[in-house]
């Protein structure tokens, strides 16, 4: 593609022409449904039960995210689906064709998402919190908090050495890490010291306690990966039922 082609497609997004010469896009998004949303954490906070129980709650904000097209697996249907906007200009030029085929504005994040229900989207097609309910199970997955370099004791609960009977000042090292004559080497996955946090986590089976669709707000029970602000996928679990009154 020449460089005046993709100046022209910049252009164009940047200038909202091809959000103008779109079809109408039909925001009636309850009828969709799909197995997760992707979405910003916005931190902790504590929610009051009806029985009077204090239950700690994570805030996440869901969206909005943004149909963009089908994707036909071998015995699903999925959705890709577009989240948070972004300037034209950060983006290289195979995603600003991509953008520009599908007529919408260009998103910093795409994932695809199995469709629950296989019906009939236009791309642009605004996608709220109401994929959720209070009552759901989820499962929620992020990059966790990176911890920098941890020893042992951190990073894998080792207890220590015991501090008498003459114990040198080596109480937290990690003690031995192999054998001399056999295996002579260092066994793969041996458990030492190293860096930790900061790769991808999840956490299953959590409640969906509240839902507030005006907003793109959900509150689930208990805590989840990653720092406030960052990127987390919610999905309905996958083991058992994840919905509440299905």
């Known amino acids: 593609m020449s460089e005046d082609k993709t100046e022209e497609i910049a252009e164009d997004i940047k200038s909202d022409n091809l959000t103008e010469t779109a079809e109408p896009v039909d925001n009636n998004h309850s009828s969709?449904?799909?197995?997760?949303?992707?979405?910003?954490?916005?931190?902790?906070?504590?929610?009051?039960?009806?029985?009077?129980?204090?239950?700690?709650?994570?805030?996440?904000?869901?969206?909005?995210?943004?149909?963009?097209?089908?994707?036909?697996?071998?015995?699903?249907?999925?959705?890709?689906?577009?989240?948070?906007?972004?300037?034209?200009?950060?983006?290289?030029?195979?995603?600003?064709?991509?953008?520009?085929?599908?007529?919408?504005?260009?998103?910093?994040?795409?994932?695809?998402?199995?469709?629950?229900?296989?019906?009939?989207?236009?791309?642009?097609?605004?996608?709220?919190?109401?994929?959720?309910?209070?009552?759901?199970?989820?499962?929620?997955?992020?990059?966790?908090?990176?911890?920098?370099?941890?020893?042992?004791?951190?990073?894998?609960?080792?207890?220590?050495?015991?501090?008498?009977?003459?114990?040198?000042?080596?109480q937290r090292s990690g003690g031995s890490i192999g054998a001399c004559a056999y295996p002579g080497r260092v066994w793969k996955g041996q458990k030492m010291a190293g860096r930790y946090g900061g790769k991808k986590s999840t956490i299953q089976g959590l409640e969906v306690i509240k839902v507030d669709i005006e907003k793109n707000l959900i509150f689930i029970k208990g805590s989840i990966p990653g720092s406030n602000g960052s990127l987390v996928f919610v999905n309905h679990t996958r083991k058992g039922n994840g919905f509440r009154n299905n």
């Open 32 to 170: 969709i449904k799909l197995s997760g949303l992707m979405g910003t954490k916005l931190g902790m906070t504590h929610s009051l039960m009806d029985d009077g129980r204090v239950v700690p709650t994570t805030l996440v904000q869901l969206g909005p995210c943004y149909a963009l097209e089908k994707s036909l697996k071998t015995k699903k249907t999925s959705l890709k689906i577009g989240f948070q906007d972004v300037k034209p200009t950060s983006l290289n030029k195979p995603k600003l064709l991509y953008f520009s085929k599908l007529k919408v504005k260009p998103v910093k994040y795409v994932k695809e998402f199995d469709l629950l229900e296989d019906t009939e989207i236009k791309p642009g097609t605004e996608i709220k919190a109401d994929v959720f309910k209070e009552g759901d199970i989820a499962d929620v997955t992020a990059n966790s908090k990176g911890k920098g370099f941890s020893g042992v004791i951190k990073r894998h609960n080792f207890a220590g050495l015991r501090h008498t009977h003459g114990t040198p000042q080596n």
